[in-house]
């Protein structure tokens, strides 16, 4: 479990489970400016905390992701993709980019479009 120190006494604390994860984005082009992860932790002094880390990296919007595109078929997906939509899928996948309306549901029926298989040469 990860280790970090209490803002209001300075004990040690465990971090517990992520509760929030708030993600600052620009409006034009979507990408992860800064992102805050709360963690619940008990501190011996203080009692029940929440903890903040900082970042650049989303990652509960990336994880979602992951999870509707199968690490298989990515390369075929990627390969049919231009390469500006190539690079902002990529963005979006790695969690330095939230995706825009509709951009998913895009990607997922251009998926369902390549057959499965090696190389979708099926």
């Known amino acids: ?3 970090e120190v209490c803002t209001g006494c300075g004990c040690e604390v465990e971090l517990g489970q992520m509760v929030i994860e708030e993600n600052v984005i620009g409006k034009p082009d979507h990408e992860v400016k800064t ?3 709360w963690f619940n ?6 009692g029940p ?3 903040d880390k900082r970042g650049h990296h989303g990652t509960v919007a990336s994880k ?4 509707l595109f199968p690490k298989d078929r990515l390369r075929q997906l990627r390969s049919v993709l231009p390469e500006y939509e ?4 990529n963005e979006t996948l790695s969690g330095k980019r939230i995706e ?3 951009e ?4 997922l029926e251009i998926l369902e479009r390549i057959p499965a298989g090696p190389r979708g040469l099926n």
Do not use: H, N, S
């Open 86 to 89: 190539r690079k902002l899928f």
């Open 100 to 102: 825009k309306d509709g």
């Open 1 to 3: 479990m990860e280790k």
């Open 35 to 37: 992102t805050a992860r």
């Open 41 to 46: 932790a008990v501190c011996p002094k203080c």
């Open 49 to 51: 905390i929440l903890y």
């Open 64 to 67: 979602r992701l992951k999870g």
């Open 104 to 107: 998913v549901q895009r990607w």
